[in-house]
């Protein structure tokens, strides 16, 4: 036991004394190398819209990625220098998801960028209910209808201003969500996952059928953009000698809330109230044991995830100006289950996950047919790959 004991120090030992040899300014350098070729990457690819091209871009970061994974095992000091290095690698991706804007070639790009952070927010969302309380929730997309039906209709019916609508989407969004939380907080596991489900019918029936407030299948139109200081989202964004297309300005929007979201749901995680959603999410007989009112942690739960997707439904309805029922599907509760998974119930795998599923679908346009064929193939790849590494933390 004793040599067992000593071998093991020894261990730790070495393993912090390579990381210790490791001078700071080569793990800084190696960051920002690591980031400027991501970036660059990104760059190409999101221009690429030849067929040929996007097939040999594919190829070309298989060869990369299984490159990238020998050369990481062959030099482990490589992962140690970008793990020390995580606030500055945070950072650089701040500043590159800045600085896209002013990259793109096309205003489509920036539009399909602004989406991806949308889908990430709700994805965010989502990651509250499932990943920090383990509530399974596949009726996620009702709370982003809510929201985006909620600020519409505050927007073009009683004139309020988007500031004023998107904070109340999030709020009625919260508070429909605690409506099927009371009943549904009565079952557990697959039950609970039905009830949801049956829940986000039930709203996109709702919106369909009551045709004097919501419009119906004709939808709701003429849903202004922001303001902000006179100055309006529809129009150009100048920045001294640049001149970016108005889609940039709904980029920064988005991208401002999704910095603040994961903000706050990284504080959240770290709370009390995260600490107790972990300990009812791993056993919720000891949980309760312990004195914990496990109903009040769900509707807690149900809430602040619903608030997000309100949120982000607002965020798109000013965005495109025009919202249907046909807009809401029942898929996109699966793709966000599906990110929450990929993304490994981590905040930034989170928004990284999302954003890649709201790309390479419209990468993939050229294959037409094919292209969700291609793209579940795709995520069964993933899912294989990553699905013995996923480990039970969730923040």
């Not at 998107?166 to 596991?189: D, E, H, N, Q, T």
């Amino acid at each position: 036991m004793n040599d067992m004991s000593g071998v093991q120090g020894q261990a730790r030992t070495f393993t912090a004394n390579d990381d210790a040899d490791i001078p700071r300014y080569v793990s800084v350098v190696a960051a920002a190398v690591f980031l400027v070729v991501l970036f660059a990457i990104a760059i190409i690819g999101l221009r690429i819209t030849q067929t040929a091209l996007i097939l040999s871009y594919a190829a070309g970061l298989v060869v990369l990625g299984i490159g990238w994974y020998f050369l990481v095992k062959r030099f482990p000091v490589i992962s140690q220098a970008l793990m020390r290095e995580r606030t500055l690698l945070t950072a650089g991706t701040l500043a590159c998801a800045i600085a896209y804007p002013f990259f793109a070639t096309d205003p489509y790009q920036i539009h399909v960028m602004a989406l991806g952070g949308i889908f990430a927010l709700m994805g965010l969302g989502l990651n509250v209910t499932i990943g920090f309380a383990g509530l399974a929730d596949f009726g996620y997309i009702a709370y982003y209808a809510i929201g985006a039906y909620a600020s519409a209709l505050f927007n073009v019916k009683l004139g309020l201003p988007f500031w004023l609508c998107l904070p109340l989407a999030g709020l009625v969004a919260a508070c429909l969500s605690l409506l099927v939380a009371f009943p549904a907080l009565r079952v557990k596991g697959h039950y609970l996952a039905l009830v949801t489900l049956g829940f986000s019918f039930i709203v996109i029936q709702m919106i369909t059928n009551l045709e004097k407030i919501t419009g119906g299948t004709q939808g709701v139109f003429g849903i202004r953009a922001p303001n902000l200081f006179g100055y309006e989202f529809h129009t150009p964004l100048k920045l001294g000698t640049v001149t970016l297309p108005y889609q940039a300005n709904f980029y920064y929007l988005v991208l401002l809330m999704l910095v603040l979201s994961a903000i706050v749901c990284s504080r959240l995680g770290r709370s009390r109230w995260g600490r107790v959603w972990a300990a009812m999410r791993n056993d919720e007989v000891a949980t309760e044991a312990a004195g914990i009112n496990l109903m009040k942690l769900k509707l807690l739960a149900f809430g602040t995830g619903a608030s997000f997707g309100g949120i982000a439904g607002s965020l798109y309805a000013h965005m495109i100006g025009y919202i249907d029922p046909t807009t809401f599907r029942f898929i996109e509760s699966i793709f966000l289950l599906a990110v929450v998974a990929v993304g490994n119930w981590r905040i930034t795998g989170v928004i990284a996950a999302a954003v890649l599923f709201t790309v390479l679908p419209e990468k993939l346009r050229v294959f037409n047919e094919w292209r969700l064929f291609i793209f579940g193939f795709i995520l069964l790849g993933v899912m294989l790959a990553r699905g013995r590494r996923m480990i039970s933390s969730r923040y």
